[in-house]
């Protein structure tokens, strides 16, 4: 058991905040993650697994776990279709991959998202018209206090729009160990009906896509519009597209007619947070090292050294504005530490 000291988190969030750790372990195997947990029962612990989702704004008083157990497994079945489980540390995009390589479909949607497999199912990441909640079948997590397994199936996970139980009721409580999907080995039920990747198809002149062709269209997009993490720091969506009622949709359309829009329910529109805060003048603007990207509002970056803070505040300013403007709170879709 490696622990190392005052160990700066910089490389291991992707927003690229340089915090320290009063204590660090990385964790490789769940025997490790057993044993650390028993030896370290007493004390505050954080766990860490691929920090896309998080703002660091303060130095972490903890024994940090960087969950980095890997492993993949698969099981054919007679249906046409394949049972895979993935270890909490692959790295999602690579686990996608890897699905797409084997001619395993229904993840080519969720293509390039940063992260790790353990942390996907806890904000139920989604793209392009597809969730995680969508081929999950289970997933295994380890009580943080008393080490036993668990079990957890689509319907004991809670899952919602970027959410799901383990950032509610068991926030804290459990380690992510290993999720499983069931995917198609054959007749993939492909998701194209997103505009940007039909649009991407038929530049490429592809009629009957594959998943690979998905995935590729997929990719091409995120590419044109979200920075990458390694050059830029970042979250992904900083907020989470608020939805209001169908009321006060209609007093906000009379002054904005060209708003977009999608419907939830008789009473309920979501709109595109990014569409807010571009509205509101800061697509594109930077204070210090803090800034909102200029492709896409709804990602803040780092442009080198900015500090957890300086990002908060900035996260801050907008909700401010947007609330001025529109009446409307935005919640951040990221976990501020
Ligand atoms: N828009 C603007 N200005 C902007 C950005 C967006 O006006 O600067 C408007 C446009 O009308 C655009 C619409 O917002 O058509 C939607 O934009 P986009 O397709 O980029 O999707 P989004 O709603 O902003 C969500 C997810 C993304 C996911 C995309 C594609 C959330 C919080 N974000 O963004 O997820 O990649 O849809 O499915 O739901 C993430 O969670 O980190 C993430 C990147």
Known sequence: MKIEHNKSLKQYNTFGIDVKATE???INSEEELLETLSVYKK???????????????????????????????THIQSNKSVIV????????????QFCIDNNFGGL??????????GSAPIQNIGAYGVELKDRFISCEAIHIDTGEKRLFTKEDCNFGYRNSIFKNELKGTYIISKVTFQLTTEDHTLNTSYGAIENALKDN????????DVSEAVISIRRSKLPDPSEIGNSGSFFKNPVISSKDFILIQKSYPGIPHYKVDEKKIKIPAGWLIE????????????????????VLVNYDNATGQEILKLSQKIQKTIKQKFDILLETEVNII
């Open 24 to 26: 660090f372990i990385k």
């Open 43 to 73: 004390k505050n612990l954080f766990i860490l697994s691929g920090g896309s989702n998080m703002l660091l704004t303060r130095d972490l008083d903890f024994l940090v776990m960087h969950i980095a157990i890997k492993g993949i497994s």
């Open 85 to 96: 489980s993935a270890n909490a540390g692959e790295n999602w995009h690579d686990f996608v």
């Open 108 to 117: 080519e949607n969720l293509s390039l998202i940063p992260g790790f497999v």
């Open 205 to 212: 002149n592809i009629t009957t896509p594959t998943i690979k």
């Open 279 to 298: 509205q509101s003048g800061f697509k594109g603007k930077r204070w210090g090292d803090a800034g909102v990207h200029d492709k896409q509002a709804l």
